[in-house]
Each structure stands twice: as structure tokens, then as C-alpha cells.
């Protein structure tokens, strides 16, 4: 939805009775119409049925310019309008294809038909802005006459019906976040938003072609990736599902006003940063998991440049100052305080490990500062997973989320996207595939874009030959960007690759050294001109100025981020070059001192890898030696050194023995964060995880194998079959989530087959390749498809006399008609289907249980009498749902017993709980802030009331003693 729909403060309750009075009223029988009708004989002011007149016509404009916000030229801005309006009798289109066109193209189309831009051509800025916003809002209106006006147009039309029903009522919503602007601030948001969306609408992809890193336009190269939840082994409720189950990363976002984003390096956490900026500030489409997006103002804040050269940190008036906007010096005074003051923020606050150690308590007292003054905001902070600890923002309300590594989909949607971008053909794109596939270390580096991106463009540039390993894909990497530059002519400075290593490494050291992502331009001539006395060709090339502006524009490696300001164009080559200038240097003990922080994680990974075996053997002596010693750090640097082995194709026994044994005390893992931090130490730790009789527990049991699936490949699944035939549930569902990690046959046949050998292990399809897998195997009862798949596709695989439990995520499904042959299903689950309209099809089938998360297009208000046709639910699972509108359907669940309602910070009305849900034994109510129990008692059979842990309850003491309360914060 874009801004014109709301700019306008034009409530619908106004604007809506005054555009039903442009067209004459049905008469008996209207509702009978089967075709379409043409505007010219709808309108009021024109034919045998004229009610208005051109007086009345402009007495009507007139109206809707008052009562707007503005004051503008109002007369002038309601002649044009009324003008245009008026053109609606002219237009050669019938309600149907007016409806079809949107109201944006309706608004277009009588715009030029009454004149173009002759009718603005004398208006100010401000009024032509009034007069556009005016006249997209009375369209929208005049579609939304038009679907209420035939049932003809309400039945072939439906999507575009509810679409316009959702479009009207946000933008009521939308009344209470702007009626705060004033006209000057109207003017300069949408200013500032234009400058957004340019600003941050292209992407840099390195390694499209080899003459430059040419950027991408976002809209082609923003690929939607997964977050999931940290879970932590208390948070684990139930069986059903694994834990932490991913979601696209934008669905998981939603229904959150605080996050922390945690991803490794080249994951996408800018890019996400990047997108929703833009997405925000065109404000188009934001509907559905989008919706809280509306009427936002988007601040792009990345913390390097917040925090560069020890500068204090903004207040909001300086939020553009800081980040060089061009725009700050325009801005209205107050401008930024106004908009966080009113809660339409979107703070997107990038990379906090780019922040040095030392500062970063001061970023988090800036943080929690601006939280305290403007809470209402939504918040996004951005880290690698191990720069801040857990709950750093925890106090503060901020929900914990990881992006999942890339999965196969994700990978093949990239490369063919780099291929269309590079021009190279589909055929390349393929045979980088299968090398991706089959080739185990490929296939753990193409975990992230930019080590995809990487790996495509060594592809192409080797005609197929890939490195092996990820030194190996570094050195490649460079000498790929390095090389290239020498086979340039007319070059006043000429350095080889080796000299301009030389060089990189020994500004990479100084960044990592001193703790910082960026340096002043006069640190880096300086550490250049250091050098120049050992390198007498490099000295006789030019000044240390010219052979620093030389890598600043040729190596494709340096940037001037701002004018005298240097940095790396990637953290990941800072790192991998400054390790190999530590290497040569042997400073292994300062390597050590630092290795538990997360700025030199990766670097001390890379000085292994460039080290030779006896230096290798110092290196990990040290960080085991150092782990034995200081128990805060002993985990972290154990399982550093681990993950330094893949590194170390040569090393003496002892060294590895040792090495293996502080890191097998670690196992197995306690949760998700650690699993994932086993499972990058690579196939090594394979040999170390437990097996299904050697684990202490279920949830032990879980992270071992999500450990072995993380790390993936042919070891992996072999480790894996040793689990199939557990007795948990809870992993057995773990193992049948994951099958896209891995070929679908061999993974179909080793593990997926075998577990469903146990009834109840619930199978996860994401491709039509799983499916029909599935279908062959002809022994499954539980479900889930997770993708856009046919109620054709879904017949025709499963199995009606088998299916039980079924559950639907993220599909594009309109309606549930299919289902009506499945008389054996008794659960249901419904999860971000935005399409879906009607639960009509559930009328008559057995369903004892049903779950519905995130289905907008659903008018529950008018399907919860479904729901009483189902004799046999007991058991309801509600997300984002108000509660507080079914209550006044009269609609009684007396047969459920147990419900979920999922808030996220929503309020939730008890006493609408227990009026619709007489019949309660077990509620819970997840991200509530606070809950007043007090009707609860009222419910004589409750037994269990569990909520969130962050969720205050009130009036506990109104409780039966009989009620089992799960809170950690009653009041």
C-alpha cells in the first residue's frame, strides 16, 4: 500500500458516504445483475438518473478537501478534483474492469482523461500532493462501492473485494500514526523516503564480472532467507514440532517490536537491513506479515559509521548528520523526535560486532537510552551470532533471532539469479549446481550469498574448476580480483599480486589490531609508508598516497566509505588477509590473548590455516593451554580450536588429541546455539557427537542430531541412521524436518522411510520432488507441505485412506475444498496461508484439533461459526488472532479443552476466552505482555494456565487452588 492511500487523514467512515453520493442508488433487484456495468451509467451526475449537478459536484470536492488535514489551496485543489471526478462519466470501462485495474491505475486513467497536467499545472507542491492523495483515496473508495454494490462483481471478484476491505482498514489504522504531521513534515518524509529507496536500492554483489563489483538492483538480487528462534532446552513445550522450526525471515520479524538479529559474516543481515528500508519507505504491499511496516519511517543506522573515530553516538536530530545524509540540513526541527515520539520508527540499527569490544557498553546505554524516550518504536540490531551474549537485550524486551544457513532451494534461486545477472548461461548455472551437490566442501561453504557469490564467479572465471576448501576459495578469490588488474594498461602505478598482498595484509592487521572496521585515511598512508622501505619496487611506483589511491580504486578489496575513511569491502578479507600478516609476524600469543573475541574468531581460524605445522601446533597449544586456565572463555576456546582443525591438514597427534578431548567435554550440545556452533567445526566433529544409546536425554538426543545435519554431506547421513529407530518423538520429528538438507532420494530411502515405520513421526515436504517421494512410500499419517502446492498436486499424493494430521505452511491455496475426501483427518494445522478465504470445506470433517497462524484473508468473525460445526475439536491453537471480535459472534466452543493463543504483545481479553471457551482444562497464552486472570475463574474445569516467561500476570490470587500456574511472574 503506498502513502497516497493515507495521506489524505481522511478517515473511511468520512470518505466513504461521501463517494457512495458520486452514483445513483441500486434499485430493487440490483443485487440480480449478471454482467457488468458500464461508470457512465452508474454515476449520479450524468444520464436520466442525475441526482447531482455541477454545483453539487464541487460542493461535494469541497467537502473532502475539508476534511482533510491540510490546508493547501483549497479551493483550487477542489476544483481540479472536482474535475476529475467528474471524468468518471467518460471513462470507457464497466465496475469490473475498473476493479481489476486498482485504484492507483483508476486515479491515472481520469487524471488524464480530465486533463493531465493542466489540471495541476497551477497547484503549489503541497496542494498537488493533497490533490493526488485525495483523489487515490476517493478511487479506492469508489472500487470498494463497486464490489458492494453487485454480487455479480462480489462473486468473480473476490480477492480484489478483500484486498480493498484490507487496503480501507489499515489505512483507518494508519490515522492514529500520522495525525501528528504537519504539512511541512508530510513534505520532507516524502522527501526523505525517496532518498531511502534510492539510496539503498542496489546491492553490491562481488564477483558479478571481473572488470568491477558492480551492484545489483535489490529488487533482483533480495533473496528471502530463514530465522529462527534461539531456543534454549526450557523453552522446548512439546513433541509435535522441533524446536526452532525456521520461517522466512520478514514472517519471523512480524508481531516482534524489538529483535536481535544474529548472523555470520556475509549472511544477509545488511542486505535484510537494506530491504526493509526500502520496503518501508515505498510503503507498497504492506499488507498481511507486512502490514506493521505501515506508516513507518524507516532510520538506517550502521553502527561503524555511528561509532567511527570514537564519535558519541546521535541523539534522534542528528540520526541524518551521522549516517551523511544529504538530506539532515533540510529536515524540520524535531522532526525525527516527532516521528519516534508517535511510534512510526523503524530503527534499523546494523552490525554491533563492528563495534569495538570496549565501546560496546556505551552502545548498549545509548540503546537502552533511546528505548526509555521512545519505546513504541520497532527496533532491528544486527550481529554476528557471537559478539553480544544472550539476552544482551534481553531487559529490554528483544527477541532473539538467528538466519538459518541457505538451504538447497535458496542456493539454486542464487546461482541462476548471479547466471541471469552475469549474462552466463543456464547450462553453467546447472553444472555449478551439481558441483555444489556432490562436492561435500562446496556444499558447507554455499552456506551464505556471499560465498555464493564468490563460488559463482571463481566458477565461471576457472570454466568449472573450483578450489577445495575455504583457503583455497580465498587465495582464489584474490588472485581472481588481484590478477585481473595487472593484464590493465596505462596504469601510472603497476604492483603485482604479491606486493599488493603485502600491503592489504598489514592495513588488515592494523584494523584487527586496534579493534576497528574502518581507519583514517592518514593510519593507512602511514602503515603504508612503513612499508615502503622494504619494498624498493613498490617505493619507486609513486608516494605512499599514490599507492594507497591505487588500492583504493584497482584492488577491488579497499573502499573509501566517506572521504577520509578506509576500510575492506568485506570483513571476511580483512580477517583472511590480516591472519596471514599475523602468521608472518608469529604473533600467536596475541592471537591467543585475543581469541575470545568474536572480532578475532575467524582471523585465528585463517592464521591456522596459513601456518605451517609447527606453528600450527603453538597456536592451538595456546588457545587449548588458555581454555584449561580462565573457565569464563574455556568453552569458546575449546571448541575454537576444534574448528581450527579443518584448517590444519598437518599437525602433530598429540596436539589433535588434545585438541579433540577439551571439545568431546563439550558434547553433547545443550541447545540450538551450541549445536550450531559444533556443527561448524566441520565433519570432524562426527566422530565425536554420541550415539542414540550414549546421550543422556531427548532434548541431548535433538541437538545432536540437528549438529549432523547442520553439518551435512554423505558423513552426516550416514551418523544420522543410527537415530531413526529413537524412541523419542521429539526426534524422530527432528530427522524428518530436515530433509531438504540433503538428496532427496538418498535421504528418502535412509532415513524417511524408516521413520515412518513409526506411526505419528510428522514428515516435512518443501518440494514437489519430497512429495512424490512421499507418495511412493505409501506409509505416512503425518504431514506438513511447506510451499505453493496444488490442491491437485496434494490429491494426487496423498493418500485419503492414510492421512491423519496435516498441516499447510506458507501455500497459496484460496479455499479447502480438497479436504472434504480426507474423512480420516483429525489434526489441522493452517500457518501463513495468506490466500486462504473460507473454512467452509471443514464442515463435516472429524477434526479434533486445528491450529491457524498468520491467515489474513480469513474474516474469522463470520467463519467461527464453522468451528461449532466441528463436534469432535478439542483442541485450538490461535495466533494473531482477535480474540476480542469472535467474542461478539455469540458463537460458544464448549467442546474445546485446550487453547493456544499466540499474542506477540497484542493485548488479550480473559474475559472473551472464557465466555467463547466454557469447556477449558488447558490455556496457554504466549508473548503477552500481561495478563489480568481475574475470568479465568470463572471456568470451572481450568486446570493449567501457562503463559510466556516475560508475561506479568494479575489477580492470581482469584485463581482456584485447583489451577496449575507455569508463570515465572505472577502478580
Given at each position: 500500500?503506498?502513502?497516497?492511500?493515507?495521506?489524505?487523514?481522511?478517515?473511511?467512515?468520512?470518505?466513504?458516504?461521501?463517494?457512495?453520493?458520486?452514483?445513483?442508488?441500486?434499485?430493487?433487484?440490483?443485487?440480480?445483475?449478471?454482467?457488468?456495468?458500464?461508470?457512465?451509467?452508474?454515476?449520479?451526475?450524468?444520464?436520466?438518473?442525475?441526482?447531482?449537478?455541477?454545483?453539487?459536484?464541487?460542493?461535494?470536492?469541497?467537502?473532502?478537501?475539508?476534511?482533510?488535514?491540510?490546508?493547501?489551496?483549497?479551493?483550487?485543489?477542489?476544483?481540479?478534483?472536482?474535475?476529475?471526478?467528474?471524468?468518471?462519466?467518460?471513462?470507457?470501462?464497466?465496475?469490473?474492469?475498473?476493479?481489476?485495474?486498482?485504484?492507483?491505475?483508476?486515479?491515472?486513467?481520469?487524471?488524464?482523461?480530465?486533463?493531465?497536467?493542466?489540471?495541476?499545472?497551477?497547484?503549489?507542491?503541497?496542494?498537488?500532493?493533497?490533490?493526488?492523495?485525495?483523489?487515490?483515496?476517493?478511487?479506492?473508495?469508489?472500487?470498494?462501492?463497486?464490489?458492494?454494490?453487485?454480487?455479480?462483481?462480489?462473486?468473480?471478484?473476490?480477492?480484489?473485494?478483500?484486498?480493498?476491505?484490507?487496503?480501507?482498514?489499515?489505512?483507518?489504522?494508519?490515522?492514529?500514526?500520522?495525525?501528528?504531521?504537519?504539512?511541512?513534515?508530510?513534505?520532507?518524509?516524502?522527501?526523505?523516503?525517496?532518498?531511502?529507496?534510492?539510496?539503498?536500492?542496489?546491492?553490491?554483489?562481488?564477483?558479478?564480472?571481473?572488470?568491477?563489483?558492480?551492484?545489483?538492483?535489490?529488487?533482483?538480487?533480495?533473496?528471502?532467507?530463514?530465522?529462527?528462534?534461539?531456543?534454549?532446552?526450557?523453552?522446548?513445550?512439546?513433541?509435535?514440532?522441533?524446536?526452532?522450526?525456521?520461517?522466512?525471515?520478514?514472517?519471523?520479524?512480524?508481531?516482534?517490536?524489538?529483535?536481535?538479529?544474529?548472523?555470520?559474516?556475509?549472511?544477509?543481515?545488511?542486505?535484510?537491513?537494506?530491504?526493509?528500508?526500502?520496503?518501508?519507505?515505498?510503503?507498497?504491499?504492506?499488507?498481511?506479515?507486512?502490514?506493521?511496516?505501515?506508516?513507518?519511517?524507516?532510520?538506517?543506522?550502521?553502527?561503524?559509521?555511528?561509532?567511527?573515530?570514537?564519535?558519541?553516538?546521535?541523539?534522534?536530530?542528528?540520526?541524518?548528520?551521522?549516517?551523511?545524509?544529504?538530506?539532515?540540513?533540510?529536515?524540520?526541527?524535531?522532526?525525527?523526535?516527532?516521528?519516534?515520539?508517535?511510534?512510526?520508527?523503524?530503527?534499523?540499527?546494523?552490525?554491533?560486532?563492528?563495534?569495538?569490544?570496549?565501546?560496546?557498553?556505551?552502545?548498549?546505554?545509548?540503546?537502552?537510552?533511546?528505548?526509555?524516550?521512545?519505546?513504541?518504536?520497532?527496533?532491528?540490531?544486527?550481529?554476528?551470532?557471537?559478539?553480544?551474549?544472550?539476552?544482551?537485550?534481553?531487559?529490554?524486551?528483544?527477541?532473539?533471532?538467528?538466519?538459518?544457513?541457505?538451504?538447497?532451494?535458496?542456493?539454486?534461486?542464487?546461482?541462476?539469479?548471479?547466471?541471469?545477472?552475469?549474462?552466463?548461461?543456464?547450462?553453467?548455472?546447472?553444472?555449478?549446481?551439481?558441483?555444489?551437490?556432490?562436492?561435500?566442501?562446496?556444499?558447507?561453504?554455499?552456506?551464505?550469498?556471499?560465498?555464493?557469490?564468490?563460488?559463482?564467479?571463481?566458477?565461471?572465471?576457472?570454466?568449472?574448476?573450483?578450489?577445495?576448501?575455504?583457503?583455497?576459495?580465498?587465495?582464489?578469490?584474490?588472485?581472481?580480483?588481484?590478477?585481473?588488474?595487472?593484464?590493465?594498461?596505462?596504469?601510472?602505478?603497476?604492483?603485482?599480486?604479491?606486493?599488493?598482498?603485502?600491503?592489504?595484509?598489514?592495513?588488515?592487521?592494523?584494523?584487527?589490531?586496534?579493534?576497528?572496521?574502518?581507519?583514517?585515511?592518514?593510519?593507512?598512508?602511514?602503515?603504508?609508508?612503513?612499508?615502503?622501505?622494504?619494498?624498493?619496487?613498490?617505493?619507486?611506483?609513486?608516494?605512499?598516497?599514490?599507492?594507497?589511491?591505487?588500492?583504493?580504486?584497482?584492488?577491488?578489496?579497499?573502499?573509501?566509505?566517506?572521504?577520509?575513511?578506509?576500510?575492506?569491502?568485506?570483513?571476511?578479507?580483512?580477517?583472511?588477509?590480516?591472519?596471514?600478516?599475523?602468521?608472518?609476524?608469529?604473533?600467536?600469543?596475541?592471537?591467543?590473548?585475543?581469541?575470545?573475541?568474536?572480532?578475532?574468531?575467524?582471523?585465528?581460524?585463517?592464521?591456522?590455516?596459513?601456518?605451517?605445522?609447527?606453528?600450527?601446533?603453538?597456536?592451538?597449544?595456546?588457545?587449548?593451554?588458555?581454555?584449561?586456565?580462565?573457565?569464563?572463555?574455556?568453552?569458546?576456546?575449546?571448541?575454537?580450536?576444534?574448528?581450527?582443525?579443518?584448517?590444519?591438514?598437518?599437525?602433530?597427534?598429540?596436539?589433535?588429541?588434545?585438541?579433540?578431548?577439551?571439545?568431546?567435554?563439550?558434547?553433547?550440545?545443550?541447545?540450538?546455539?551450541?549445536?550450531?556452533?559444533?556443527?561448524?567445526?566441520?565433519?570432524?566433529?562426527?566422530?565425536?557427537?554420541?550415539?542414540?544409546?550414549?546421550?543422556?536425554?531427548?532434548?541431548?538426543?535433538?541437538?545432536?542430531?540437528?549438529?549432523?545435519?547442520?553439518?551435512?554431506?554423505?558423513?552426516?547421513?550416514?551418523?544420522?541412521?543410527?537415530?531413526?529407530?529413537?524412541?523419542?518423538?521429539?526426534?524422530?520429528?527432528?530427522?524428518?524436518?530436515?530433509?531438504?538438507?540433503?538428496?532427496?532420494?538418498?535421504?528418502?530411502?535412509?532415513?524417511?522411510?524408516?521413520?515412518?515405520?513409526?506411526?505419528?513421526?510428522?514428515?516435512?515436504?518443501?518440494?514437489?520432488?519430497?512429495?512424490?517421494?512421499?507418495?511412493g512410500m505409501g506409509c505416512y499419517d503425518t504431514v506438513e507441505l511447506s510451499g505453493e502446492f496444488t490442491a491437485e498436486q496434494i490429491t494426487a499424493a496423498l493418500d485419503e485412506r492414510l492421512l491423519t494430521s496435516l498441516e499447510l505452511r506458507h501455500t497459496a491455496l484460496t479455499d479447502l475444498t480438497f479436504l472434504c475426501r480426507y474423512r480420516r483427518l483429525r489434526q489441522l494445522s493452517l500457518s501463513d496461508c495468506l490466500d486462504l478465504m473460507s473454512l467452509e470445506s471443514l464442515r463435516g470433517l472429524p477434526l479434533e484439533e486445528?491450529?491457524?497462524?498468520?491467515?489474513?484473508?480469513?474474516?474469522?468473525?463470520?467463519?467461527?461459526?464453522?468451528?461449532?460445526?466441528?463436534?469432535?475439536?478439542?483442541?485450538?491453537?490461535?495466533?494473531?488472532?482477535?480474540?476480542?471480535?469472535?467474542?461478539?459472534?455469540?458463537?460458544?466452543?464448549?467442546?474445546?479443552?485446550?487453547?493456544?493463543?499466540?499474542?506477540?504483545?497484542?493485548?488479550?481479553?480473559?474475559?472473551?476466552?472464557?465466555?467463547?471457551?466454557?469447556?477449558?482444562?488447558?490455556?496457554?497464552?504466549?508473548?503477552?505482555?500481561?495478563?489480568?486472570?481475574?475470568?479465568?475463574?470463572?471456568?470451572?474445569?481450568?486446570?493449567?494456565?501457562?503463559?510466556?516467561?516475560?508475561?506479568?500476570?494479575?489477580?492470581?490470587?482469584?485463581?482456584?487452588?485447583?489451577?496449575?500456574?507455569?508463570?515465572?511472574?505472577?502478580?
Amino acid at each position: 500500500m503506498d502513502p497516497t492511500v493515507v495521506g489524505t487523514k481522511v478517515a473511511s467512515s468520512v470518505l466513504g458516504p461521501l463517494v457512495r453520493k458520486l452514483f445513483v442508488q441500486e434499485g430493487p433487484g440490483a443485487g440480480l445483475v449478471g454482467r457488468p456495468v458500464r461508470l457512465s451509467a452508474l454515476v449520479s451526475f450524468k444520464g436520466e438518473k442525475r441526482a447531482l449537478g455541477e454545483k453539487e459536484l464541487h460542493k461535494l470536492a469541497r467537502e473532502l478537501v475539508e476534511r482533510s488535514a491540510s490546508t493547501a489551496e483549497p479551493e483550487a485543489v477542489a476544483d481540479a478534483l472536482a474535475r476529475t471526478l467528474h471524468a468518471l462519466g467518460d471513462l470507457d470501462l464497466d465496475d469490473m474492469q475498473a476493479v481489476r485495474l486498482g485504484h492507483r491505475a483508476l486515479a491515472d486513467q481520469l487524471y488524464t482523461q480530465a486533463g493531465g497536467p493542466g489540471l495541476v499545472r497551477h497547484l503549489s507542491q503541497e496542494a498537488t500532493d493533497l490533490y493526488t492523495d485525495l483523489l487515490n483515496s476517493a478511487c479506492l473508495h469508489i472500487l470498494h462501492f463497486f464490489t458492494r454494490r453487485s454480487t455479480f462483481v462480489a462473486r468473480t471478484l473476490v480477492e480484489q473485494s478483500r484486498r480493498l476491505d484490507e487496503l480501507i482498514g489499515l489505512a483507518d489504522l494508519l490515522l492514529t500514526r500520522l495525525t501528528s504531521r504537519t504539512g511541512e513534515d508530510t513534505a520532507f518524509e516524502g522527501q526523505y523516503t525517496r532518498y531511502i529507496a534510492a539510496r539503498h536500492s542496489r546491492l553490491t554483489i562481488y564477483g558479478i564480472d571481473l572488470t568491477e563489483c558492480r551492484e545489483w538492483p535489490l529488487d533482483t538480487a533480495y533473496l528471502s532467507l530463514e530465522a529462527a528462534p534461539d531456543i534454549r532446552p526450557d523453552d522446548i513445550l512439546g513433541d509435535r514440532r522441533p524446536p526452532s522450526a525456521p520461517r522466512p525471515v520478514e514472517q519471523a520479524l512480524a508481531g516482534h517490536d524489538r529483535v536481535l538479529l544474529r548472523g555470520v559474516a556475509g549472511s544477509g543481515k545488511t542486505t535484510l537491513v537494506q530491504w526493509l528500508a526500502v520496503t518501508t519507505a515505498r510503503q507498497e504491499q504492506l499488507t498481511g506479515r507486512l502490514a506493521h511496516l505501515m506508516g513507518r519511517v524507516p532510520f538506517v543506522l550502521p553502527l561503524r559509521t555511528l561509532t567511527r573515530g570514537g564519535a558519541a553516538l546521535p541523539v534522534p536530530g542528528d540520526f541524518l548528520t551521522a549516517v551523511s545524509c544529504p538530506l539532515a540540513g533540510s529536515q524540520p526541527p524535531g522532526w525525527a523526535d516527532r516521528v519516534l515520539a508517535a511510534g512510526r520508527g523503524l530503527l534499523l540499527i546494523d552490525g554491533v560486532d563492528e563495534v569495538p569490544e570496549p565501546e560496546r557498553a556505551r552502545t548498549s546505554r545509548w540503546l537502552t537510552d533511546l528505548l526509555a524516550a521512545f519505546p513504541d518504536n520497532l527496533w532491528l540490531v544486527t550481529s554476528r551470532p557471537s559478539a553480544v551474549r544472550e539476552e544482551w537485550l534481553g531487559g529490554e524486551d528483544f527477541t532473539e533471532l538467528s538466519l538459518s544457513p541457505m538451504s538447497r532451494a535458496d542456493i539454486a534461486v542464487f546461482v541462476h539469479r548471479w547466471h541471469e545477472a552475469t549474462g552466463a548461461g543456464g547450462a553453467t548455472a546447472e553444472a555449478l549446481l551439481s558441483s555444489v551437490r556432490t562436492q561435500q566442501d562446496m556444499a558447507r561453504l554455499a552456506t551464505n550469498p556471499l560465498m555464493c557469490a564468490l563460488i559463482c564467479a571463481l566458477h565461471r572465471e576457472r570454466r568449472g574448476f573450483l578450489p577445495r576448501g575455504r583457503k583455497a576459495l580465498y587465495d582464489a578469490a584474490l588472485a581472481m580480483l588481484l590478477e585481473r588488474r595487472d593484464r590493465e594498461r596505462d596504469l601510472t602505478v603497476e604492483l603485482d599480486e604479491e606486493s599488493q598482498i603485502e600491503l592489504l595484509q598489514r592495513l588488515a592487521y592494523w584494523l584487527i589490531r586496534n579493534g576497528r572496521a574502518e581507519m583514517e585515511h592518514a593510519d593507512a598512508v602511514h602503515q603504508v609508508e612503513r612499508l615502503l622501505p622494504s619494498m624498493p619496487y613498490v617505493a619507486a611506483q609513486g608516494t605512499a598516497t599514490e599507492i594507497l589511491r591505487h588500492l583504493l580504486v584497482r584492488s577491488g578489496l579497499l573502499r573509501e566509505p566517506v572521504v577520509g575513511a578506509v576500510d575492506f569491502v568485506h570483513r571476511t578479507f580483512q580477517d583472511y588477509l590480516g591472519a596471514r600478516a599475523i602468521v608472518e609476524e608469529r604473533d600467536f600469543d596475541v592471537l591467543v590473548a585475543h581469541a575470545h573475541l568474536d572480532q578475532w574468531e575467524d582471523v585465528v581460524r585463517m592464521a591456522v590455516a596459513h601456518a605451517r605445522p609447527d606453528e600450527r601446533a603453538r597456536l592451538l597449544t595456546g588457545l587449548v593451554e588458555r581454555g584449561d586456565r580462565e573457565q569464563e572463555h574455556a568453552a569458546r576456546l575449546h571448541l575454537l580450536a576444534m574448528a581450527c582443525l579443518e584448517h590444519a591438514a598437518k599437525l602433530d597427534p598429540e596436539v589433535r588429541g588434545d585438541v579433540e578431548a577439551r571439545a568431546g567435554e563439550l558434547i553433547p550440545p545443550r541447545d540450538t546455539r551450541e549445536a550450531a556452533d559444533l556443527a561448524n567445526i566441520g565433519p570432524f566433529v562426527l566422530e565425536l557427537l554420541p550415539g542414540p544409546n550414549d546421550v543422556g536425554d531427548e532434548v541431548a538426543a535433538t541437538h545432536t542430531v540437528y549438529t549432523a545435519i547442520v553439518v551435512g554431506g554423505d558423513a552426516a547421513l550416514s551418523f544420522l541412521t543410527r537415530y531413526r529407530d529413537h524412541d523419542s518423538l521429539m526426534v524422530r520429528n527432528r530427522l524428518a524436518y530436515h530433509w531438504e538438507q540433503f538428496d532427496t532420494e538418498a535421504y528418502g530411502n535412509e532415513i524417511i522411510r524408516p521413520l515412518l515405520d513409526r506411526p505419528g513421526t510428522s514428515v516435512v515436504v518443501r518440494s514437489q520432488e519430497e512429495l512424490s517421494a512421499l507418495s511412493g512410500m505409501g506409509c505416512y499419517d503425518t504431514v506438513e507441505l511447506s510451499g505453493e502446492f496444488t490442491a491437485e498436486q496434494i490429491t494426487a499424493a496423498l493418500d485419503e485412506r492414510l492421512l491423519t494430521s496435516l498441516e499447510l505452511r506458507h501455500t497459496a491455496l484460496t479455499d479447502l475444498t480438497f479436504l472434504c475426501r480426507y474423512r480420516r483427518l483429525r489434526q489441522l494445522s493452517l500457518s501463513d496461508c495468506l490466500d486462504l478465504m473460507s473454512l467452509e470445506s471443514l464442515r463435516g470433517l472429524p477434526l479434533e484439533e486445528l491450529a491457524l497462524s498468520d491467515v489474513p484473508a480469513l474474516a474469522l468473525s463470520t467463519q467461527w461459526g464453522v468451528l461449532a460445526t466441528l463436534p469432535n475439536l478439542v483442541a485450538l491453537d490461535l495466533e494473531d488472532v482477535d480474540l476480542n471480535v469472535l467474542g461478539d459472534s455469540g458463537v460458544s466452543l464448549a467442546g474445546v479443552e485446550s487453547l493456544t493463543v499466540e499474542a506477540y504483545g497484542k493485548s488479550v481479553d480473559l474475559g472473551a476466552i472464557a465466555t467463547i471457551f466454557p469447556g477449558l482444562t488447558w490455556l496457554t497464552v504466549g508473548f503477552a505482555r500481561e495478563l489480568d486472570v481475574a475470568p479465568l475463574a470463572a471456568l470451572p474445569r481450568l486446570r493449567h494456565l501457562s503463559t510466556s516467561h516475560s508475561c506479568f500476570l494479575r489477580n492470581t490470587h482469584e485463581l482456584p487452588a485447583t489451577v496449575r500456574l507455569n508463570s515465572p511472574y505472577p502478580m
